[in-house]
């Protein structure tokens, strides 16, 4: 497997943020045991997403993963914030508000203090 440094599918971009951002992010990666790319990579994708963009179509397992882990957090009664709705929502090829009208009739109305998973 080529790693993403010599995959000709793959640049580097660089950009200056808060430190406190960085910081956040670094501890959220660690202890979600993610690796820094691949966060960055679903960020910037949910942001073209919201955007208006277009994204490309992840493969199969990934969309698969994604939709599972956030039927998971459903199961358990755990209630996924925002960007897990968006992230299923374009998964599964739905609008991210109808998402979150589901999420919402099973945990009540948003409040602004979404969970953090």
């Not at 897990?84 to 009208?101: N, T, Y």
Request: glycine share 6%.
């Amino acid at each position: 497997m080529v790693d993403r440094k010599r995959d000709k599918d793959y640049k580097q971009i660089c950009a200056h943020l808060p430190i406190s951002l960085i910081r956040r992010f670094k501890g959220l990666t660690v202890s979600k045991d993610l690796k820094q790319g691949d966060a960055v990579e679903q960020a910037i994708e949910l942001w073209v997403k919201l955007e208006g963009g277009k994204v490309e179509p992840k493969l199969e397992d990934d969309s698969k993963e994604e939709l599972v882990s956030f039927l998971r957090l459903l199961s358990t009664g755990e209630k996924p914030n925002d960007t897990k709705c968006c992230l299923v929502a374009h998964e599964a090829g739905m609008q991210a508000e109808d998402i979150m009208r589901i999420r919402d009739k099973l945990f009540g109305a948003r409040n602004g203090n979404e969970a953090t998973h």
